[in-house]
């Protein structure tokens, strides 16, 4: 069975994304995380943005569905938008926040996330694409599994 995960591209009025520094492997990530059990992939992003950087989010978008067969692991990409709370820079999962320029990525970023910001940034919609996992990601996966993370 497939883990599932949610994570949400934001834009500010200066049409910069959010990002949140992780805390289990030091990298920049969109905000998002895992699917709890009963919960929507929606429901999960917007629970997600919450808890990694305190801002309350409405989605508007489904940018698309990211899978990665060799881990068994199901990525729903939306597209949101702020809608209150205040920032929360230091959390339990988050060691910071940024707001970047899409052409501006930060170089340890999660590998992923830059295929699917430029998915975004190209226009796709509720597309479904199929990952293969560079050594780099591999590398992290094991990682975590072995921290228990």
């Known amino acids: 069975m497939y883990?599932?995960?949610?994570?949400?591209i934001v834009l500010n009025e200066s049409q910069q994304?959010?990002?949140?520094?992780r805390k289990d492997v030091p990298l920049w990530d969109l905000p998002g995380g895992r699917v709890d059990p009963g919960e929507s992939a929606e429901e999960a992003a917007v629970r997600e943005?919450?808890?990694?950087?305190?801002y309350?989010?409405?989605l508007s978008a489904k940018i698309g569905v990211y899978q990665r067969p060799k881990f068994q692991d199901?990525?729903?990409?939306?597209?949101?938008?702020?809608?209150?709370?205040q920032a929360m820079a230091d959390g339990t999962e988050t060691a910071g926040l940024k707001w970047v320029s899409p052409g501006r990525l930060p170089l340890f970023m999660v590998p992923n996330r830059k295929r699917q910001i430029n998915d975004f940034?190209?226009?796709?919609?509720?597309?479904?694409v199929t990952v293969k996992d560079?050594?780099?990601l591999a590398a992290i996966?094991?990682?975590k599994r072995r921290l228990g993370k």
Not at 3 to 8: E, I, K, L, R
Not at 17 to 21: A, G, N, P
Not at 49 to 54: C, Q, S
Not at 74 to 85: A, K, N, W
Request: hydrophobic content about 45%; charged content about 15%; cysteine-free.
């Open 49 to 54: 943005i919450l808890e990694e950087t305190g």
């Open 141 to 143: 996966d094991l990682l």
């Open 17 to 21: 994304i959010l990002l949140v520094k």
């Open 3 to 8: 883990t599932q995960g949610a994570f949400v």
């Open 56 to 58: 309350n989010a409405a």
């Open 134 to 136: 560079s050594g780099l």
């Open 74 to 85: 199901e990525q729903h990409l939306f597209f949101g938008s702020i809608t209150g709370g």
């Open 121 to 128: 940034k190209n226009g796709a919609q509720d597309v479904n």
